[in-house]
């Protein structure tokens, strides 16, 4: 069996139903991870709420997307991709503390 970029010369069947098994347990470690991730930031939302801040934080955010870039280029992952989905969770956030601070 020969392997190549981490693909065998395997029935490609085989190898197929391997691989999606190996990205379902990943898409499932992806939920987890964010679903933990918006409990946290559910509390943020009830403090800045309770604190009269503002729903955003235009400076945490360019912070974050600055780390978060350099964070994807380190692991291989293209940079502008990771910012356009922590631009995606950051609008989520957002929109959840816009209704804490309404109190909905």
């Given at each position: 069996?020969?392997?190549s970029?981490?693909v065998?010369?395997?029935?490609?069947?085989t190898?197929?139903t391997?691989?999606r098994?190996?990205?379902?347990n990943?898409?499932a470690?992806?939920?987890?991870?964010?679903?933990?991730?918006f409990?946290c930031?559910?509390?943020v939302?009830e403090?800045k709420?309770?604190?009269s801040?503002?729903?955003?934080?235009k400076?945490?955010?360019?912070?974050?997307?600055t780390?978060?870039?350099?964070?994807?280029?380190?692991a291989?992952l293209d940079?502008?991709?990771?910012?356009?989905?922590?631009?995606?969770?950051?609008?989520?956030v957002i929109?959840?503390?816009?209704?804490?601070?309404e109190?909905?």
């Amino acid at each position: 069996m020969r392997q190549s970029r981490g693909v065998t010369d395997t029935d490609p069947a085989t190898e197929l139903t391997r691989l999606r098994g190996t990205i379902d347990n990943i898409d499932a470690a992806l939920v987890h991870l964010l679903a933990e991730r918006f409990k946290c930031t559910q509390q943020v939302g009830e403090l800045k709420a309770r604190s009269s801040l503002p729903p955003a934080d235009k400076a945490r955010e360019e912070r974050q997307i600055t780390r978060l870039r350099s964070l994807a280029v380190d692991a291989g992952l293209d940079p502008v991709f990771a910012e356009k989905f922590l631009n995606f969770i950051i609008a989520e956030v957002i929109h959840h503390h816009e209704r804490i601070a309404e109190g909905k």
